[in-house]
């Protein structure tokens, strides 16, 4: 079992820029493709990005494709997501997950372990 914390989250205005990070204790990251995903208030969480084992494939959602750039360093047991070019419909709470089976993956069903996520706000 993983667990996973993300921090990094806050206040910005339109076109600021935030880097997350989402650190893992109990079982190495590396066994693991590393997803993020947020939910704004009243909507189904939505993918954002997925980053594989290695980190040599990565796939992003249309909407910060361009602008969101994922990472990870397996010895430091820590994925990144750092945010450019923010927009006020970015705003969300965003979460990382955890997927040992299901590879590139975006639907939230494949990831056993979540964070508890982190605010982002972008103002206008």
């Known amino acids: 079992q993983v667990q996973l914390v993300e921090s990094g989250g806050g206040l910005v205005q339109a076109g600021g820029s935030l880097r997350l990070s989402c650190a893992a204790s109990?079982?190495?990251?590396?066994?693991?493709?590393m997803g993020w995903f947020r939910q704004a208030p009243g909507k189904e969480r939505e993918f954002v990005v997925v980053?594989?084992?290695?980190?040599?494939?990565?796939y992003y959602a249309d909407s910060v494709k361009g602008r969101f750039t994922i990472s990870r360093d397996n010895a430091k047991n820590t994925v990144y997501l750092q945010m450019n070019s923010l927009k006020p419909e970015d705003t969300a709470l965003y979460y990382c997950?955890?997927?040992?089976?299901?590879?590139?993956?975006?639907?939230?069903?494949?990831?056993?372990?979540w964070g508890q996520g982190t605010q982002v706000t972008v103002s206008s």
């Open positions: 109990g079982r190495t990251l590396r066994t693991y493709h």
């Open positions: 997950a955890a997927n040992r089976d299901y590879g590139i993956a975006s639907d939230p069903g494949a990831y056993a372990y």
């Open positions: 980053i594989s084992r290695s980190g040599d494939d990565t």
